[in-house]
């Protein structure tokens, strides 16, 4: 599997879980209460409620990096993939820590918009930003394990 097939598989996935998970979340009600327990009904935690998107897309990311992974019988591979733009070190011998750390705050600051405050803009940018994450990861990884 090429870079640019993985690349579209990971674009397809994150295209799916923009359409599919708000419809999905969307049908989830909370069952109605028993006359007989005093008590509510019992929700997720509001942070786990708010971070779906973004971990549906991180799924799909982790189950393409060691799928790729898997192929090339590297372990390794699937730690850098996972690294996003801290991967770098794997690709060039004069990387930069300044630049992987403005990289990867900046990619983490805008997956986390979502999870902030949900909304359809949040989500685009969020699941763009996880994709980005595992794309460069990707790059980065495959990078080495064709030069090496």
Known sequence: MTFWTASLWLLLAVV???VFCPRILARVKPAPASPLDCKSTVRLPRWLERSAVVGAAAFVGLT???VMATTHDD???LLYSMAGPFAEPMAFADYSWLRMGVH???VLLVASLHPIRP???TAVASLVAVAWWFLVGLGLTYSHLVAG
């Open 104 to 106: 990867g705050t900046a």
């Open 16 to 18: 799916a879980a923009l």
């Open 119 to 121: 909304n359809e803009i």
């Open 75 to 77: 372990p390794v591979a």
């Open 64 to 66: 393409l990096c060691a």
